[in-house]
C-alpha cells in the first residue's frame, strides 16, 4: 500500500499511542532522524499534524507546514525534510479511543489531499488500526493463544500465527479464503510455500532477517503470492514480532488481505498514465494490458461475418514466433462473450476448447475475455487475456479487464472514426493541389496540397482568381484558352508555368472540370495540380547527360557522331578532315594523381583546345582522354595533306606545353591522328574509327606526335585487337608464363635471376616487345604483371624448399609504371610473400625512371613502405629519363641498371662510355650495386670490369631460360 502512495509522490508515517504519547513507529521512506527527532510526542495544538489529530481524535489537513500554526515548534524538521502539505487520520478502536495515527506527507504544497490517495489511506488506516489492537494484545496477554485465536477469529482481515521457524501454528478463517485453503490445513505450512515464483524469495528472506533481527517489531510488505488452485494474487501483508515478558521473540503474527483487484486497477492505470506518445496508442495499450494482467498473450478483436469470425486489431505477445489475424469464433472460449460479460478460465482451457488454434499452439491454460460494447449496448468485439499459467482470481480479472475494455473499445471506435473520415477526405486531401472555383474563376476552396505547392494560405486566396497564379501575357493567354475549352468541352488540361507567393516559377501539370454548366451563375468548376518541375529538370539534366560530357561540357561521343550525321546528309562534310587527340600520360594522372586532377586537366585541355581551333565544324570529347576536331577548307575547298600536317603539328606544339591542373604542374602530350573525309566513307563513324586508329599509331611512335590514317593501319589494329582479345582470355585461364635469365658477377656466378614474361598466342610465342605495350594499353598489364609475380615466387619458394641449406639466388621482377600506382601493388606484394613463403629479401623490385617523373614524394613513400617489408629496388633502364643526382639519394633503392643503348655503343662512342663511366661513379658515391644490360661481347664485358662495373646481364654469359632449367645452371645437388 505503501507503493499505492508512493506513486502519487507521497510518503507514510505511523504513530502508537502508548501512555498518552505518540511514539513513531514506522516510515519507510523517512530518514532515521525522523523517528529521534518526531518521538514521544503530547497531543496537542502545536504538536504537528499528527499531534492535532490525536488531540481532537479526527483528520486533520495543513495545505503548507512551512506556515502552519501546528508545526511550529518543527519548523526546522519540516524543512530538513522537504515535505509542505500533510493529512493526519487518528487511528480509533471501537469505543472511539485515539490508538495511533497515520500520516500522509506531500512534497508540495495543496489544498486538499488528492483523489487517488483516498482508498489507499481508508485501508491503510483500517490496517494499522488491526495490526495495533493486535500488538497490544501480545503485550498485555503473554501465552494466551486461545485468547488471541478468539479475538482475530471473526476478522474480516486475514490472520497468521507464525512459529520462530515461521511455519503456521494457527491462522483465521479469513486467511484460509485468501490464501484458498482450509484454516487446518495452513498448519505447519512454510512461508515460502505461498510464493508465485521462486525470485520472489528474495523479499521474503529479507522480512525474516529483519523480524529475527529484533531491531524491528513490525514490518508492512507488499506481495505475489499464489492459492491453493495455483492462481495468482497480490497480497498486503503486516508483520508482528511476539515477545515475551523477558523481550525473547516467541513467534510471529501476520495480517493478510488480499489487494489483487485493486492492485491491478491501480497497475493498469498507471501504465496507461505512462503510454508512449509514439507508434500505435492501441497497441501500447494491449501490450500494457497483457503486462497487468501477467498473460502470454493479449488481443483485441472486432466482429465480423454475423458475428462467426473475429478480426484481431492488435495483439501482444509475451514470445515471438505467435501471429492471430483472423479466426472462426466457434469452438473458442470468445465465443461465449456474444451473450455473457465475462469468460475466465484459470486451469485446462486449451482441453476445453481443442479446436481453438491460437490455445494449442501457446499450450494455453488460462483464459479471460470480456465484451466490448458500443454505446447502444451491443457487442462488437472482445478483449482477451491468454496464459500458459493461471492468470488470477475470476472477480478481480473481471474488474480489471472490464476497467481496460472501456477505454479500448473507445480506442477502437476512435481509429474506425478515423478512418472513415480520411476515406471521406482521401478525395480532397491527396499529394496533389486540388481548388474548386466558381462561375468567375475565383477560389472558392483550397487543400493542404495547394498551399503547400504554392506557399499561398488557404485564406489569402479566397476570393482571389487563376490570375494570382497564372501571370503576365501568357499567363492570360492561358487563361483564355481555359476558359474557351471548358465552355466547349467541359475539360482542360495542360503543363503551364505558374508563380508561387515567393515569386518563384514552377512547372504545373493541371486539369479542370466544369462540375455544372458554365453559364449558369453558380456553375462550379474543380481543378488540380501537380508540380512538375522536377521532372522536366531531370528530362533536361538527362538530355545533357545523353549528348553532353560532364566534365569538359563539350558535347559527348553520341552528340558528336549524331552532329557528323547531320552534316553529312546536308553534303557539308565534303573534304572535311577529323583530328583525333589522344593526350599522352592521361592514365597516369588519372590513377597517380586521382580523378580531381585527371577531372581539372581534361577541363584545361578542353579550353585550351577550343581556343585553338575556333572555326571548327565540331570538337567533342569522344574518350576518357581523347578529343575529336573536324576541320572543313574554305568555300568548300577540301583540306590538303600539308594543311592537316601543319595544322596537326600546331595542336602537337600548344599540347606540349605544361599546364597547372590544382595547382601543380602536369606534363601532358598528345598523340594526333588524321582522318581525312572520302568517298570510301559513308557512317560518321568510320570516319572516328580511323582517327582512332592513327592515333594509336601516332602513341605506338612514342606518343607526342602526328600520324595519317592509312589502310594498312586497320590491318594493323585488328591484329592488335586480336592479340589482346587473346591476351586477356590467356591471363583468365593463367596461360601467361615467364622465363629466368641470370645476373652475374665476372666469375660467371649467378647473383639473381631477373623473370621475363613469356606468352604463347595460337601455338606461337608473341614478343613481349608486342604484347606489353598491348597490356599497357588496355590496362592488362595489372593482372599480367601480378600474375607473373606471383608465379615467379612460387617457383622460387619451391625451389628453395626442395634444395634446403643450398645458396640460392634472388628474383628480380619489373613492375610498369601503372602496376606501380595500383592502389592494391602493396596488398598484392605482401599477400604473394605470405603465401609462398618467400623471404622478402629475395624479391627486388625493378621500376623506371620515368615513375620518378610526378608524384615523387608519393612514389618514395610507397617504395620506402614496401622497404620496411624487406623488398629491394633497382632503377631500371638507367641514364634514359629522370637522372637527377639529389633526387637519387631519396630514393630507397639498391642498384643502379644501365641502359642496354649504352652498353651497345660504348666501345664506338667516347660519349657514350663517358655516359657509363659516370653512372658507375654515381653508382658507386651513392653506396649502390651497378649492373650492366645486353652485354654481348667479352669486349664490353672487359671494358665494364674496367670502369667498375661489377654485375652483368646479357646473351654473353646467358640467355634467359625455362624455369625448367635453372636447376641445371645452378648445378643444385639433390641431395
Not at 515475551?244 to 510471529?252: A, E, Q, W, Y
Not at 497497475?267 to 501490450?287: C, F, K, N
Not at 515567393?502 to 486539369?511: A, D, F, I, K, V
Not at 602536369?666 to 588524321?674: H, L, M, Y
Amino acid at each position: 500500500m505503501d507503493r499505492e502512495l508512493e506513486e502519487h509522490g507521497v510518503t507514510t508515517t505511523v504513530h502508537v499511542m502508548r501512555g498518552g504519547q505518540l511514539r513513531y513507529s514506522a516510515g519507510p521512506a523517512m530518514p532515521a532522524v525522523y523517528g529521534r527527532i518526531l518521538d514521544n510526542i503530547l497531543p496537542g495544538e502545536r504538536s504537528g499534524g499528527c499531534g492535532l489529530s490525536a488531540l481532537r481524535g479526527e483528520p486533520v489537513f495543513v495545505d503548507d507546514a512551512a506556515v502552519a500554526a501546528c508545526y511550529s515548534d518543527f519548523r526546522d524538521v519540516v524543512n530538513a525534510l522537504g515535505f509542505r502539505a500533510t493529512w493526519s487520520m487518528p487511528v480509533l478502536n471501537d469505543d472511539g479511543a485515539v490508538l495511533g495515527t497515520v500520516a500522509l506527507h506531500f512534497q508540495s504544497p495543496c489544498k486538499a489531499p488528492p483523489a487517488g490517495v483516498h482508498e489507499p489511506m481508508r485501508r491503510l488506516v483500517a490496517l494499522v488500526g488491526t495490526a495495533i489492537a493486535t500488538h497490544e494484545w501480545t503485550q498485555h496477554h503473554h501465552g494466551e493463544v486461545a485468547g488471541l485465536q478468539r479475538h482475530m477469529q471473526g476478522s474480516p482481515i486475514g490472520c497468521i500465527e507464525w512459529g520462530p521457524d515461521f511455519r503456521i501454528r494457527h491462522c483465521n478463517e479469513a486467511a484460509g479464503r485468501i490464501l484458498g485453503y482450509l484454516p487446518d490445513r495452513l498448519v505447519g505450512m512454510e512461508a515460502g510455500d505461498f510464493l508465485l515464483r521462486e525470485d520472489d524469495r528474495a523479499g521474503l528472506t529479507s522480512v525474516k532477517r529483519d523480524l529475527l533481527s529484533g531491531g524491528v517489531r513490525h514490518l508492512h510488505t507488499y506481495a505475489r503470492n499464489r492459492r491453493q488452485d495455483g492462481v495468482p494474487i497480490w497480497c498486503e501483508w503486516f508483520n508482528l514480532a511476539v515477545g515475551d515478558r523477558h523481550g525473547g521473540i516467541t513467534g510471529f503474527l501476520s495480517l493478510v488481505k488480499d489487494v489483487t483487484e485493486s492492485t491491478l486497477a491501480r497497475r493498469y492505470t498507471d501504465r496507461l498514465a505512462r503510454l508512449p506518445s509514439t507508434g500505435s496508442y492501441l497497441d501500447h495499450l494491449i501490450e500494457q494490458i497483457r503486462k497487468v494482467i501477467g498473460g502470454d498473450v493479449a488481443l483485441v478483436a472486432s466482429l465480423e461475418d454475423d458475428g462467426r469470425v473475429a478480426r484481431v486489431l492488435s495483439s501482444s505477445f509475451r514470445d515471438e514466433g505467435l501471429e492471430l489475424e483472423r479466426y472462426d469464433l466457434a469452438g473458442t472460449p470468445c465465443e461465449s462473450l456474444s451473450s455473457q460479460d465475462v469468460c475466465v478460465i484459470n486451469q485446462a482451457v486449451a482441453q476445453q476448447y481443442p479446436n481453438d488454434p491460437l490455445l494449442a499452439s501457446m499450450g494455453a491454460q488460462s483464459y479471460a475475455g470480456v465484451p466490448l460494447r458500443d454505446r447502444s449496448g451491443s457487442v462488437f468485439g472482445h478483449l482477451a487475456v491468454l496464459g500458459r499459467y493461471a492468470l488470477g482470481p475470476a472477480d478481480a480479472l473481471q474488474s480489471t479487464l472490464e476497467l481496460a475494455a472501456a477505454r479500448v473499445g473507445l480506442e477502437v471506435q476512435r481509429q474506425w472514426s478515423e478512418r472513415e473520415t480520411r476515406l471521406a477526405a482521401l478525395a480532397f486531401e491527396t499529394y496533389e493541389a486540388i481548388m474548386i472555383l466558381d462561375q468567375e474563376f475565383q477560389f472558392v476552396r483550397v487543400n493542404t496540397a495547394f498551399c503547400n505547392l504554392t506557399g499561398y494560405s488557404a485564406p489569402a486566396v479566397m476570393q482571389r482568381g487563376l490570375d494570382l497564379l497564372l501571370t503576365g501575357q501568357d499567363g492570360a493567354r492561358i487563361r483564355r484558352e481555359i476558359r474557351e475549352t471548358l465552355s466547349s468541352r467541359g475539360y482542360w488540361q495542360g503543363e503551364v508555368w505558374a508563380r508561387g507567393q515567393q515569386g518563384q516559377r514552377r512547372l504545373y501539370r493541371m486539369s479542370i472540370s466544369a462540375l455544372q454548366e458554365p453559364d449558369e451563375r453558380d456553375a462550379r468548376y474543380v481543378g488540380s495540380f501537380l508540380d512538375v518541375t522536377w521532372n522536366r529538370e531531370a528530362e533536361e539534366r538527362i538530355q545533357r547527360l545523353t549528348y553532353e560530357d560532364g566534365v569538359t561540357g563539350l558535347p559527348n561521343r553520341a552528340a558528336f557522331l549524331s552532329r557528323l550525321k547531320r552534316e553529312g546528309s546536308e553534303a557539308t562534310l565534303d573534304g572535311a578532315a577529323l583530328l583525333l587527340l589522344d593526350l599522352d600520360g592521361f592514365r597516369r594522372v588519372n590513377e597517380g594523381m586521382g580523378y580531381d586532377m585527371a577531372d581539372s586537366l581534361l577541363e584545361i585541355q578542353s579550353a585550351r583546345l577550343r581556343g585553338l581551333v575556333p572555326g571548327a565544324v565540331a570538337i567533342a570529347r569522344v574518350g576518357a582522354d581523347e578529343f575529336a576536331v573536324v576541320l572543313r577548307g574554305q568555300d568548300g575547298r577540301p583540306l590538303t595533306e600539308a594543311t592537316l600536317a601543319k595544322e596537326a603539328e600546331r595542336l602537337r606544339r600548344a599540347f606540349a606545353h605544361p599546364v597547372e591542373a590544382s595547382g601543380t604542374m602536369v606534363q601532358s602530350g598528345a598523340s594526333i591522328g588524321v582522318a581525312t573525309m572520302d568517298g570510301s566513307i559513308h557512317e560518321p563513324s568510320v570516319l572516328l574509327t580511323r582517327g582512332e586508329i592513327a592515333a594509336a599509331q601516332a602513341r605506338h611512335q612514342g606518343g607526342n606526335c602526328v600520324a595519317f590514317f592509312d589502310p594498312e593501319m586497320e590491318q594493323l589494329a585488328g591484329e592488335r585487337l586480336g592479340l589482346e582479345r587473346g591476351l586477356r582470355q590467356a591471363l583468365r585461364q593463367g596461360d601467361v608464363g615467364f622465363h629466368l635469365q641470370p645476373l652475374v658477377d665476372a666469375a660467371g656466378h649467378v647473383e639473381r635471376l631477373e623473370v621475363l614474361a613469356r606468352w604463347e598466342h595460337k601455338g606461337e610465342a608473341v614478343s613481349p616487345a608486342r604484347f606489353v605495350p598491348i597490356a599497357e594499353a588496355s590496362g592488362l598489364i595489372r593482372p599480367l604483371g601480378g600474375q607473373v609475380l606471383r608465379g615467379a615466387c612460387q617457383y622460387l619458394a619451391g625451389l628453395r624448399g626442395r634444395y634446403p641449406g643450398q645458396s640460392l639466388p634472388g628474383l628480380a621482377v619489373n613492375v610498369s609504371v601503372r602496376q606501380f600506382h595500383d592502389p592494391d601493388f602493396e596488398a598484392l606484394v605482401e599477400d604473394v610473400l605470405s603465401e609462398t613463403g618467400l623471404p622478402a629479401g629475395a624479391l627486388l623490385l625493378e621500376v623506371t625512371e620515368s615513375l620518378l617523373a610526378e608524384e615523387g614524394d608519393a612514389v618514395i613513400r610507397r617504395m620506402q613502405r614496401l622497404r620496411q617489408m624487406g623488398v629491394r629496388f633497382a632503377i631500371d633502364d638507367f641514364g634514359t629519363g629522370y637522372s637527377c643526382l639529389a633526387y637519387l639519394r631519396r630514393l630507397p633503392i639498391d642498384e643502379l641498371k644501365i641502359d642496354g643503348s649504352f652498353v651497345d655503343a660504348m666501345l664506338l662512342s667516347p660519349e657514350d662510355e663517358e655516359i657509363v663511366r659516370t653512372i658507375i661513379v654515381m653508382a658507386h658515391a651513392l653506396r649502390l650495386n651497378v649492373v650492366a644490360e645486353r652485354v654481348e661481347t667479352r669486349e664490353q664485358m672487359v671494358r665494364l670490369q674496367e670502369l667498375g662495373c661489377s654485375t652483368f646481364q646479357g646473351f654473353y654469359f646467358h640467355r634467359p631460360i625455362a624455369p625448367a632449367g635453372v636447376t641445371a645452371l645452378l648445378q643444385l645437388d639433390p641431395s
